[in-house]
C-alpha cells in the first residue's frame, strides 16, 4: 500500500510539473498573440482570420497520438484561440436567440466562451446586425439532415450583400424537458416546429394524446415550461440547465446523428485553405431542360455539388431562385470558369461567399 501511495504521489507531482509547464506556455502563446495583433492594426488586417484556425485545427487534428481524444483537442483549443482573439479584440457575433438555442450552441463551438454573443429575435436581425456594424459575425441556421433548409436564411441571402465566411456544423441531440421529470404530467409539448418534426415518432409511440405547440425556438420552449407543470419542452440539455427544468427523456429524436448545418456571415469571404465550399444564387426561367443547362458546366469540369434548392421567385411568375454548394474555392480556375459559363444562361448569378469546409465536432 505504502508503495502504490508514494506511486501516487509521484504521479501527482508529474501532473503538477506537467501543468506549470501548460501554463507558462499559454501566457507565451498569449504574448504572441498580442505582437501578431499589433502588425495586425499596424497593416489593417482582420483580426479573426477563419482560415488560419482551420489550419491550426487540421494540423493539431492530425498530429494528435492520443490518448487525448480529438473531439477534446478541438474544444481546449478552441476556448484558447478565442481567449487569444479577445486579447487582440473582442468578436462580437449575433445569432438566433434567446440563449440556449442550437444556434448559441453552434455559436459556442465556432466563436467560444471569451467572444460576445449577442441573441436577437429574428433570423433578418442577425442579417441587420452585421449589415450595421455592431457585430462582426452573425450565426443562422440554414440545414437539417432531416427537415432540409431553413427558408428564411435562403430568402434573407436574396436581398443581402453579406457574404459566407464559415459553416458550423452541429450535432443535434433532443430531449423532453419539464418542471417534474415525470412523463405522466405532460399533456401539452412545446417546440420548434423542426425540433417536432424531428421527433414525430417518439412523440406519436410516447405521448400520443398531447397537444403539440410550436414556437419561435427550443430555448422559448423551455421558458415557457417553467410556468406550466402540464407543460414540456423539446429543446437541449443546455436548456434544462439554464431554465431548472427537469430532463423526461434524453435523445428523442427520430433519426440518430441528426446534424444541423449553420453558416457565418460577415463581410468578406476567407482566402483558400484547399478544402472550401462556395455556396451561389443564380436565377431562371422555367423551361424544358434549363436544369441540365445549369449544372452542365459544373458537370464538365468535375465541380462535385454538394446541394441545390430552388423556391419560386417572389417578384416573378414562373422564375425560380437556385441556392447550389459546390466544393471548391471561387479563386480555382474551374470553379471561375464554370460560374462565368453559368452567367450566359441565367437572369442573375450571386456567389454568397467561398469558406473552409465545417468541421463536425
Not at 504574448?31 to 494540423?59: F, M
Not at 452585421?130 to 431553413?150: L, Q
Not at 423556391?311 to 425560380?320: I, L, S, V
Not at 480555382?332 to 450571386?350: G, H, P, Q, R, Y
Request: with cysteine.
Amino acid at each position: 500500500m505504502s508503495d502504490n501511495l508514494t506511486k501516487l504521489k509521484k504521479l501527482r507531482h508529474e501532473i503538477d510539473r506537467v501543468d506549470d509547464s501548460m501554463l507558462e506556455l499559454l501566457n507565451k502563446r498569449a504574448k504572441l498573440v498580442i505582437d501578431i495583433g499589433t502588425i495586425k492594426k499596424e497593416n489593417n488586417h482582420a483580426i479573426h482570420v477563419p482560415e488560419r484556425e482551420r489550419e491550426i485545427y487540421q494540423r493539431l487534428l492530425n498530429n494528435n497520438p492520443g490518448p487525448f481524444p480529438n473531439t477534446a483537442v478541438k474544444n481546449v483549443f478552441r476556448e484558447i484561440m478565442s481567449t487569444s482573439l479577445s486579447l487582440e479584440k473582442p468578436l462580437r457575433a449575433a445569432f438566433l436567440g434567446p440563449k440556449a438555442t442550437f444556434t448559441h450552441m453552434a455559436c459556442l463551438q465556432y466563436f467560444g466562451k471569451s467572444s460576445e454573443l449577442i441573441p436577437v429575435k429574428e433570423i433578418a436581425d442577425v442579417f441587420d446586425e452585421v449589415e450595421r456594424d455592431r457585430v462582426d459575425y452573425g450565426v443562422v441556421p440554414i440545414e437539417n439532415t432531416t427537415e432540409g433548409v431553413v427558408s428564411h436564411t435562403f430568402d434573407m441571402f436574396v436581398s443581402s450583400n453579406l457574404k459566407i465566411s464559415a459553416e458550423i456544423m452541429l450535432e443535434i441531440s433532443l430531449s423532453l424537458l419539464n418542471r417534474t421529470g415525470s412523463i405522466l404530467d405532460v399533456k401539452k409539448v412545446y417546440s420548434h416546429s423542426h425540433a417536432i418534426a424531428e421527433c414525430r415518432e417518439w412523440l406519436k409511440n410516447n405521448l400520443p394524446n398531447a397537444v403539440l405547440v410550436e414556437t419561435s425556438s427550443t430555448a422559448v420552449a423551455a421558458q415557457t415550461v417553467v410556468d406550466d407543470p402540464d407543460a414540456a419542452a423539446i429543446a437541449s440539455e443546455n436548456a434544462a440547465e439554464l431554465y431548472d427544468l427537469k430532463i423526461v427523456e434524453k435523445k428523442i429524436e427520430d433519426h440518430l446523428n441528426n446534424l444541423t448545418r449553420f453558416l457565418v456571415v460577415g463581410k468578406t469571404s476567407p482566402k483558400k485553405t484547399g478544402s472550401d465550399k462556395t455556396s451561389i444564387l443564380f436565377s431562371v426561367k422555367d423551361s424544358p431542360g434549363i436544369l441540365f443547362k445549369m449544372l452542365k458546366p459544373f458537370a464538365e469540369r468535375g465541380i462535385n455539388l454538394t446541394k441545390i434548392e430552388s423556391r419560386p421567385q417572389k417578384k416573378k411568375a414562373w422564375e425560380y431562385i437556385f441556392f447550389l454548394d459546390m466544393d471548391g474555392h471561387i479563386s480555382d480556375e474551374k470553379v471561375s470558369d464554370a460560374l462565368k459559363e453559368l452567367e450566359t444562361n441565367c437572369s442573375f448569378v450571386k456567389v454568397l461567399g467561398s469558406y473552409p469546409k465545417g468541421m463536425a465536432k
